[in-house]
């Protein structure tokens, strides 16, 4: 089989002998030319050429274009995943002529590549050209229409008109532009998926219609475009080709879908790598033919790696406007697809090195900056993980309740508070059939940027000038509290007087407050301030010095300095306490099943989860692991108490058994936090759990509920991570893990208890199955062609390796499980081997006999073969042409069937 890297050397080979000069794709950024954000086709670094601003250094050349699809006129976003032939990044390979050669030629070499050096089946390819369309001022192309039958031999009644929309092509509303006539290539009756288009017939530029799928564009390119839309003809006349890179490597493969190509499968291969769960050793795997959600999910994410690494690559880093919102947008899109594969970590970043093993030798940018790619795209996962998972818990909660729409409102949090670009909240939405309020979100917007612009909104919390304190000792209790405003930031600036109306962002101070400010590994609190007629929303508190900064928006009524408000802490804080005090008992845990050297190196405490870093020279073992989550669970089901107290520092020293963070500095008096010792300056002693900490707890170690670790990793050297969830989360997480080894167990068909040893056993089969290369009957046998017939169904595909024996035990395989017919071929570097089964049945009815069937075959490999009527065997000595083969094979048994 071919490789992708041969398909591309092959084309520019082709018309190298056409005496084109080879020039290297342009950077994925245009340069100079801001009507683009990213190419979006080969010709935009000719545009220049064209227009007659420049002169052509050659009148011929052939290139190979970097494109990405996802804004402006051509815009293939939504398809990606969802289809098997769109993608945001791909290469367009083309040829040129400026002001050189015309139609003719450029048909004439299209169907010679085609047809000629790579041998594709004539009867699966059709033509198009312009059939005159009204908004378009240019009479329909009578040229090409006569052309392809002369200059090729594709019969006239395949070459077929259309209106402006497919055969007048323009970059975007500017620029040069012309008719154009395209080729199609009939994928088989296969392809064809009904689903997404009910009742719809498939056809030649029928939408959504994956049967049929345009490979080649020719653009005979004789006008510009003005602003006005007037068209004004070119000096010249050229020819601008686009050849989709990845769908010609999926024909010439001899595959369905570019993503079972060799330009995505390594891809694919690692992202199913990568969802392999430690704890479980299996996760989602990735059918080349599925539209389930984790196959979209899978080609999403494989397809999002490859356009991120390059427009890094190319310079573009991902930010809050243009091209680097772009990038982010895709970024952040592609990692909530990783949570529905189950990938809560960081992990796209992992794929980089997978693309630039494909394509750095092609693209050598890529393979220069591998590491920044790799970093930026890490540091950009981890950002967005901090508040995806939190997002999206109030993306469910709301869509939840909505019956058909999501408010602007909800949009603009999303956006603003949690980092969802509008665009994947309008995703998510519509996954659950419900649509977003667009003009909502805009307005909330507008609001958002004058108030911003107005100087309310936003701050830098370093720079804050004249803040007052803020009394936060009610900060360990949870109940409302009723305070005084004090006033707000605006820019760098504590304001002491005036009002804020609805919808302003702000910074709010209070005389004082139960809210915790973001301090000690612990996150800030969300909740609201509440006076008559109105309600302040607080979405993060921040500490700065002693002040509590209160960052939210008025979400009703006026606020205004001086107001006395109710303030409440929201009910997320219940489960940073969980954690918090989780925690400690997890430190304490470590300790015990670890030994006394275990360390604390830092930790993060969040509603979501616990994250504790320790020192530890080596992984920690599943049993250790286990018997620490044992040891805290005792604690919880022993609802011990938890007491906290000022004591001064030097007496706290004292304390037996005491921990404190080593190298942290303590205020005096200091806070000490203890569980299961009423008074620990006089009952603890050195097994107790007493901690120096400012942090909020629980009053009794039941209120956790119930405590589970979700991961052990090692962060740097010698430091060990583990990231453990309470409560509601830990319920909702031993919920998810139970759907998974469910759904193992029943494709595995045993019971859980037994999936281990089920797939010990497969493993060995595996190995077994690789060592005997002859005469096995199973392995990896895919249909590329079924053809439905009365006696059952008749199966053609490529086997894996040219070994007759262990093809014709497949064709024994799918005999007994039902199949009336079946041809496996195999190629080899230098050989092709074809092996026909055709059932006793199917033989007697006297339609079919597999030594004609298996010749009809070998003849388009330039080989021979024969045997019995119910099995033969061919080989053939061009491997190339397989795929071609095996469509011969289609089409002879479906004319004898007919
Ligand atoms: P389609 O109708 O399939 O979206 P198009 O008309 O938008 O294609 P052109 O603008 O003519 O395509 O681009 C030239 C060629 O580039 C196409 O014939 C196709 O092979 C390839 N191509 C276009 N868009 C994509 C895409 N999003 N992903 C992969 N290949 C593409
Ligand atoms: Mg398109």
Redesign the pocket.
Known sequence: MKTAKQIRNEFIDFFKSKNHEFVPSSPIVPIDDETLLFA???MNQFKNIFLGLTPAQYPRVANSQK?L?VSGK?N?LE??GKDT????F???LGNWSFGDYFKAEAIEWAWELLTGVWGIDKNRLYATYFGGDEPVPVPADEESPELWPKVTDMPAGRVLPFDAK?NF?SPGDTGPCGT?S??HYDMGSGNCDGSRHPGEACAV?VEGCGRF?????L?FIQFSRDEAGTLEPLPANHVD????????CAVLQGKRS?YDTDVFLPLIKMIEKLCQGPAFGFGPKYSPDGSSATDVAFRVVADHARAVSFAIADGVLPSNEGRGYVIRRILRRAARFGRKLGQHKPFLHMLVPVVVEQMGEVFPEIAQRRKQIAETVRDEEESFNRTLDRGIDLFDRVAADADRQLSGAVAFELYATYGFPVDLTQLMAAERGLTVDMPGYEDEMARHREISAAGGGTFQAAAITGLPETDDTAKYETGPVQAKVLGWVVGENFVKQGALGEGAEAAVVLDKTPFYGEAGGQVGDTGRLAWKGGRFDVRDARLVGHCVLHIGVVAKGTLKVGAEVTVQVGASRADAMRNHTATHLLNWALRRVLGGRVDQAGSVVEPARLRFDFTHGQAVTAEQLAEAERLVNERILADEVISARQVPLAEARQIAGVRAVFGEKYPDPVRVVSVGVADPVKDADETSLVEFCGGTHVQRTGQIGFFKIVSEESVAKGIRRITAVTGHEAVRYVQRMDEAVRSASAALRVPVEEIGQRIAAMQKELKGLRKRPAGSGAGGFQADFVVESAAGKVLIGQAEAADAAAMRGLCDVERQKGAAAMMVGAADEDKVTLVAMVSQALVKAGKVKAGEWVQAAAAVVGGSGGGKPTMAQAGGKEPDKLPQALQAAERWIRERLA
């Open positions: 979006n086709a080969g494109c699809r051509h293939d398809e990606v032939y769109h993608h945001t791909f290469e367009m497919e092509w154009c395209e080729v530029n799928v345009e490979l080649w564009n653009v080709t686009g050849l989709g890179f990845e769908r010609i570019n």
